[in-house]
């Protein structure tokens, strides 16, 4: 893709998009100092950010003293940052008991129950999430299946992105989620992607499968079909190719302008723009024939 078209256009709106936390509670853990070094990052580059979207994973196993951890690693960059809107993610509600694991994700972030949306400046932001507490995989009830269609039908306009965000890929799209790699993960893999075949203007943001955005699997783009999707590296720690560990601490910035979505990945350990990880989606998208 180029990015010198209108290089000097400012963007309509911005945000960032972080996942994997995998919060312990340890203050010293690689993890809890990556999500520090993540957040520090984005307070140096965020002025006029609509907000960090986190999609989930949020804590290691969804114990109380992971979740003082977080919030103590936010406060300490509260006052620069925008607002952190929440995804459920396998981790947080996977490990334990289903309503108390839930209950406490709630309480902590100030989410109300596993599936929800915003507006912000005219767009619309929704956030899905497992109604069971499995331990990979994702489950979705028809209540919020229908729930997700009425939602992405608000908009009238086919021309401006949809944001919206699900702790698992789904099948076969993105770095990740083939099915060989065994890192999908939605039960209603069908049924979800039969919606999003309505609403081509979508862009979905997934985690959890940790996949270093270097790879060229990143965006799935079938733009006219179904939603572009995009894997969302881990604040945490990274996964490869040859399917191996690997340190590292990622996420994006995206950037919405009045004929295009760029969605920028961001290595938050050095603080440097991922050249190989910078995407344009133009909108308004092609339409089938």
Not at 218 to 233: E, I, L, V
Not at 263 to 268: A, K, N, P
Request: some cysteine; aromatic content about 12%; proline content about 4%.
């Amino acid at each position: 893709m180029s990015m010198n078209k209108q290089t000097a256009e400012q963007p309509i709106e911005t945000f960032q998009i972080i996942t994997d936390t995998h919060i312990t509670d340890d203050p010293n853990h690689e993890y809890n100092l990556n999500f520090e070094g993540a957040l520090r990052d984005i307070a140096t580059q965020c002025e006029g950010s609509s907000g960090i979207m986190h999609i989930g994973d949020v804590t290691n196993h969804g114990f109380p003293k992971e979740y003082e951890e977080m919030l103590r690693i936010v406060n300490m960059y509260k006052e620069q940052l925008p607002e952190i809107t929440f995804t459920l993610g396998n981790h947080d509600v996977g490990l334990g008991d289903w309503v108390s694991r839930l209950a406490l994700y709630e309480s902590q972030t100030g989410m109300t129950g596993p599936y929800h949306d915003r507006w912000v400046n005219g767009y619309h932001y929704i956030f899905l999430g497992t109604e069971k507490g499995l331990r990979t995989f994702c489950d979705l009830s028809n209540d919020q299946l229908q729930w997700l269609d009425h939602k992405l039908a608000e908009q009238s306009s086919p021309d401006k992105p949809i944001f919206l965000f699900l702790h698992q890929p789904l099948k076969n799209t993105v770095a990740g989620s083939l099915e060989s790699q065994e890192w999908y993960g939605v039960t209603q893999d069908d049924e979800l992607k039969a919606i999003l075949s309505k609403y081509p203007q979508v862009l979905l943001f997934t985690g959890h499968t940790h996949w270093e955005l270097e790879v060229d699997n990143t965006m799935f783009a079938d733009q006219g079909n179904t939603a572009t999707m995009f894997n969302s590296a881990s604040v945490a720690y990274l996964w490869t190719n040859e399917d191996k560990h690997k340190s590292g601490s990622q996420g994006y910035y995206v950037e919405i302008y009045s004929d295009k979505v760029l969605v920028r990945g961001r290595d938050f350990k050095t603080g440097t723009w991922i050249e190989s990880a910078q995407y344009e989606v133009a909108f308004p998208p092609i339409q089938k024939s």
